[in-house]
Nanobody, 127 residues
Framework: EVQLQASGGGLVQAGGSLRLSCAAS????????IGWFRQAPGKEREGLSC????????????SVKDSVKGRFTISRDNAKNMVYLQINSLKPEDTGVYSC????????????????WGQGTQVTVSS
């Protein structure tokens, strides 16, 4: 059974940091790119970042690149089947449900490119 479980969210003050984790099981982790998505209150889900399956290259979605650059860092540990999203200098606009997804492509961006989705973790940033 394929499982993706995001964790690490919480309530933090603006300027704080969080490290989100995505635990994967039930598929060949090394063969999948893993992406992070966010759904803010009242808004559609948006892609944030992806880490490639082959060389671990990291990508940040163009539409959010300016707002996350320097603050969001995606990484993966293939030995543990884990992907992380380090978020520093949190802002109230970072509030939302963060979820991870797996794509069989070497790199993925749009949601349709992902096959497996996990439950999200809530991040709330107070001002």
């Amino acid at each position: 059974e394929v499982q993706l479980q995001a964790s690490g969210g919480g309530l933090v003050q603006a300027g704080g940091s969080l490290r989100l984790s995505c635990a994967a099981s039930g598929f060949t982790f090394d063969d999948y790119a893993i992406g992070w998505f966010r759904q803010a209150p009242g808004k559609e889900r948006e892609g944030l970042s992806c880490i490639g399956s082959k060389d671990g290259s990291t990508y940040y979605v163009d539409s959010v690149k300016d707002s996350v650059k320097g603050r969001f860092t995606i990484s993966r540990d293939n030995a543990k089947n884990m992907v992380y999203l380090q978020i520093n200098s949190l802002k109230p606009e970072d509030t939302g449900v963060y979820s991870c997804a797996a794509s069989p492509r070497a790199r993925a961006g749009d949601a349709y490119e992902y096959d497996f989705w996990g439950q999200g973790t809530q991040v709330t940033v107070s001002s």
